[in-house]
């Protein structure tokens, strides 16, 4: 037996029992229809004209039914005689590579064939201008160099910084159309920058390229469809701003605070861009940014297939299992945090060897003042908390509150010999 294993194995695994949480929303339920509709809105649909070539951006975040809306948009495009093609808009992600980027919209189901075009990926750019602080302006070359350019990006708040913009259509514009050197030049002076240079960067870009319109999605807190609106190019700068506001109301969160110790089955980029989600976790890479639950410690078990290696955002938690490690890519872990030169969300945790290694070291870790009645939470990831795990110990707030569901018994914690958990 090893020293750490000796030294966590009395820690005591609490009781666990599935629960649910139920959000009062709606849900877009037809995506071709509701892309439809949107074409008919003034400035869209008529800003297109045959035989033109439109780039489509499409970035290496999940978004819900994202290839469905992609193929949407294509198709009214081609209705309309216009040649769209896709072009890979996600700054420096999937390694910072052209072959990168087409295999990361590859594990979002996005190719050639499901999109019903072809698709355009190249780490080339054009420096469209420069701020007055003296900062480039890039966007990517083929986008440019087409004769009209679709944005089309999730709105949702930011994970490493607050602002009137944060994630959405004019991120999409700077950073994900920017490539790699767009992205560096707008995180080059820090994160607490960002706002203004995205709103100054969009501004040169919007006046420069020929962008006929935004397509801004909004989620639900269940991760489905709440709005898909296009927006013509002249409105984008506003309405992501209002459409921000509208995210933020709609996001999700665990229900239950403080908590002494968070499992984390999972972590990816196509999750959020720092694994997961600092809002749900309480944790920032950005030390002026708040709220969110207080978590004692937060253990994550591994990552998912899509982030194809990039653990950006395992520094956020306290310990994770050599599984993960092992799979970590560090060339694309490293690259896009180079990039947007904050560091923190990379280091790494504690490495345990097995998922009970890494659990019990957060009990025992957790400070809590009875190991035996931990509050512990168990999530899928970030993105998807309408179902989740609870300790014994949050049974009665769990039944108080009305929009939480318990399902089921209380059951031990199983692991396999292998330690591997396997409720």
């Known amino acids: 037996m090893s020293i750490i294993r000796s030294l966590i194995q009395g820690a005591p695994l609490p009781r666990i029992v599935r629960a649910r949480q139920r959000y009062l929303t709606t849900e877009i339920p037809d995506v071709a229809a509701a892309v439809n509709e949107q074409f008919t809105r003034p400035g869209v649909g008529d800003s297109v004209r045959p035989g033109i070539r439109i780039a489509v951006t499409a970035g290496s975040r999940g978004i819900a039914r994202g290839d469905e809306i992609l193929m949407a948009i294509v198709a009214e495009l081609k209705q309309r005689g216009a040649l769209p093609f ?61 004769d009209g350019i679709v ?31 767009g992205a560096e030049s707008c995180h080059a002076y820090g994160i607490d920058d960002m706002p203004r240079h995205m709103l100054e960067m969009a501004s040169i870009s919007l006046n420069k390229a020929k962008i006929l319109f935004g397509v801004g999605i909004v989620e639900n807190p269940y991760d489905k469809l709440l709005v898909i609106e296009a927006v013509p190019a002249a409105e984008i700068i506003e309405r992501d701003k209002q459409l921000l506001i509208q995210a933020k109301a709609n996001m999700p969160r665990i229900m239950f605070d403080p908590m002494d110790v968070l499992i984390i089955d999972r972590i990816g980029k196509e999750i959020a861009g720092t694994g997961m989600d600092p809002s749900i976790i309480g944790r920032y890479s950005n030390p002026t940014m708040t709220g969110g639950p207080k978590i004692r410690k937060i253990a994550v078990l591994d990552l998912t297939d899509t982030t194809r290696g990039n653990a950006n955002g395992i520094g956020l938690a306290d310990f994770t299992t ?80 009305p929009a939480v569901t318990v399902c089921g018994e209380l059951e031990p914690m199983r692991f396999s010999e292998a330690g591997k958990c396997l409720n």
């Open 86 to 146: 896709i072009v890979p808009a996600m700054g420096s992600h999937g390694g910072a590579t052209a072959e990168g980027q087409r295999k990361v919209l590859e594990e979002l189901n996005i190719t050639e064939s499901t999109a019903g075009c072809p698709i355009v990926s190249s780490m080339e750019v054009v420096e469209l201008g420069a701020l007055p602080n003296g900062l480039p302006v890039y966007m990517d070359r083929h986008a440019f160099e087409a």
């Open 151 to 181: 944005v089309v990006n999730r709105v949702k708040p930011h994970p490493a910084f607050r602002g009137p913009l944060e994630s959405g259509m004019v991120k999409m514009i700077t950073i994900g159309l920017g490539k790699q050197k």
């Open 322 to 401: 050599r599984r993960l490690f092992n799979r970590i890519d560090f060339d694309k872990t490293y690259a896009n945090s180079i990039t947007n030169t904050s560091v923190m969300p990379v280091k790494l945790p504690m490495i345990l060897e097995t998922e009970l290694d890494a659990v019990q070291a957060a009990i025992k870790t957790s400070n809590a003042r009875d190991l035996a009645v931990v509050r512990l939470v168990r999530i899928l990831d970030t993105l998807h908390l309408d179902e989740f795990w609870i300790s014994e110990a949050l049974m009665g707030e769990a039944r108080a509150n």
